[in-house]
């Protein structure tokens, strides 16, 4: 699922880049501060479900949560919130269900924290993800702020006494400063990835927009094969040639048809085999997934989140989880980057005026045993020729069985 905050600053006079925004970047939640809007009818998103807590007697203020018709939510109410807007929902998708609250504080509101801190110390007695997304004007070095103001200094006692986590990978969120703030339970901080500041995205408002992804992650399917590239065949020759004789003199009373059974005759054969390997042909682990793009590049970067993920167990404050959360982001972009040189690589060896490199490319993808060494070829984005293509085409068409 792929969620979205911003300080919108009104609304209805964001409501077509907004919409364009939630159709660009794929979002199915979307959470709200200062929307501005005391009607309850947003001017878009108007097939989504809205929860909203507007300011009934200030201008200004309001946050709203809005997720996609298919995804079930239940507004919780919440009572004595006079100091901040504060909204909270429980959202059940197909693969997690969590509580998401949007918060906004005003500046210079103390009060305002406790009051979204009292509704955080009551809603994490449920011990389901929880995750609070909002701007609370509250700036702290803790979450990457260069400077320090009261909201900011009472907000991280609280946290730390809450085992509450900042999630914000020092970027600012608003010009120089960070204010813009994603916190998490345990629960919820294991769920989140591909957390990211979008100062680039457009929304008429002085606020970056910040997305993330949330569900629960499948293990991955792990198979064992041989690893044939290093293989001293003359001593594995000789194993085989050892091995095999003391098979079958062992077995010699075995010809016989009345005294031949099966069962124990394929297991002693199979671990005869296994005898030939041992020590000579080593074997390797592959995932599902392809590993095309990984370099020594990306090796060290995932040692270097590994130690910082390790420092984080052994002494959970916010501080150890920020710097962990800033090298995970710094290895997503570098995999992402090298994916991308990986794509480009793969799509330019499908060239059909280069038909050696562009049939090599094709049967290594169809191939069992080499398919997870390249990626998923996507040709949709690359534009051709009309002879180019359908020579493309006719080539897919004499691949199909």
Known sequence: MNIAQVNIRS?????????????????DTLCLSEVWNKTDKPQCLKTWNWTF?????????????????????????????????????????????????????????????????????SLQGTNKPLILCGDLNARHPAWGDERENHLGHHLNSHLLANNLHVINNYRPTRENIVIDLTITNKQATQLIERWRVQPEVQLKTDHHL??????????????????????????????????????????????????????????????????????????????????????????????????ALRKFHRRRDTHNLNIYLKEKETLTLMEEDEQNKHWQAQLKSMDPRRPQGFWKTIKTHLNKNTKTVIQPLNLSKRRHSHHRRRHCTSSYRDLRP
């Open 11 to 27: 609304i209805n006079t964001s409501a077509t880049l907004v919409e364009h925004m939630c159709r660009k970047q794929n979002i």
């Open 53 to 121: 807590r507007s300011r009934a007697t200030k201008r200004g203020g309001g946050v709203a949560i809005t997720t996609k018709e298919h995804i079930k939510v239940l507004e919780i109410k919440l009572t004595n919130t006079t100091h901040a807007d504060i909204a909270a929902a429980n959202i059940y998708a197909d693969t997690s269900s969590f509580t998401l609250i949007s918060a906004y504080v005003p500046p210079d509101n103390k009060d305002g924290i406790d009051e979204v801190m009292r509704v955080l110390k």
């Open 210 to 307: 910040i997305t993330m992804q949330i569900g629960i992650k499948k293990p991955d399917t792990k198979v064992q094969r041989w690893d044939l590239r290093n293989v001293d065949w003359e001593q594995w020759e000789k194993t085989t040639h050892e091995q095999f004789e003391n098979w079958l003199e062992e077995n010699r009373d075995h010809t016989e048809p009345s005294n031949i059974n099966t069962s124990d005759l394929y297991e002693s054969f199979k671990d005869t085999l296994n005898k030939c390997t041992d020590g000579i042909i080593s074997k390797k682990t592959i995932t599902k997934h392809s590993k095309g793009h990984w370099n020594a590049a990306l090796e060290q970067q995932m040692k270097t989140t590994k130690t």
